[in-house]
């Protein structure tokens, strides 16, 4: 089964830009987590998304936005990037019930200059 | 008081020693118990799932969970250089709006050849 997938790998963007990431669940799970992740502030909740519905969202400004899409894939969007936007960010995937663990992507590299 | 606490090492072992890594966490309600590693440049990568108190093995990995005490704990006999990562403890319970994830931040382990 293939695992969950991210791209891209690296993004390098400039302050004020806009930034589209993407992310292909395992093949059945339903639920797409969205994490940034940082040296100074490690795994931090972005939001789910389960059937195409955002059920859960961490404290970020509005400029970080999500969606899913029918066959579960999902994006997530951030505007107006800052340069504390520079940060690795994970999506994860998981059935969405019950109570299976996430699993993770390799992660986007974003890096805001 | 942190949700979860975890100590950020770094930890440096010989090669073959038993690694204890160990998550402390305030939550009564946490159900789920996981440990993650990630190397560098990485996603994490679940290693360890548990759902009750109790010891789970898995190769030259344990899993320790005791919820009495709130605390969990990963070992890992005849530790190898290729262990060397980042162990991110996590655990989870339900909400009414989905699946909750807290994580650690991680302990940073080396194994020296």
């Known amino acids: 089964k293939a695992g969950v997938t991210q791209t891209p790998r690296y993004l390098i963007k400039t302050r004020g830009q806009q930034v589209t990431l993407s992310c292909s669940p395992i093949?059945?799970?339903?639920?797409v987590s969205w994490y940034q992740q940082t040296p100074g502030q490690g795994l931090q909740f972005l939001f789910e998304?389960?059937?195409?519905?955002?059920?859960n969202k961490g404290n970020f400004p509005g400029r970080f936005s999500g969606r899913q899409f029918s066959n579960s894939r999902s994006e997530m969007n951030v505007s107006t990037l800052e340069l504390g936007d520079s940060a690795l960010y994970l999506c994860?995937?998981?059935?969405?019930?019950?109570?299976?663990?996430?699993?993770f992507g390799n992660g986007t590299r974003l890096t805001v200059t | 008081q942190k949700e979860v606490e975890q100590d950020p090492g770094p930890l440096s072992v010989p090669e073959g020693a038993i690694v204890s890594l160990n998550c402390t966490y305030s939550?009564?309600?946490?159900?789920?118990f996981m440990w993650y590693r990630q190397y560098s440049r990485k996603g994490p990568e679940l290693l360890m799932y548990?759902?009750?108190?109790g010891n789970k093995e898995d190769g030259r990995f344990t899993a320790q969970v005791d919820k009495s005490s709130k605390y969990i704990s990963l070992f890992i006999r005849d530790s190898q250089p290729s262990d060397s990562a980042t162990y991110l403890c996590?655990?989870?319970?339900?909400?009414?709006?989905?699946?909750?994830?807290?994580f650690g931040p991680g302990t940073r382990l080396s194994v020296l050849p």
């Open positions: 996590a655990m989870s319970a339900w909400e009414n709006y989905g699946q909750n994830f807290v």
């Open positions: 548990t759902y009750s108190s």
């Open positions: 994860a995937s998981s059935p969405g019930t019950g109570g299976s663990p996430l699993h």
């Open positions: 998304y389960f059937s195409e519905t955002q059920r």
């Open positions: 939550n009564s309600a946490f159900q789920y």
């Open positions: 093949s059945g799970h339903r639920s």
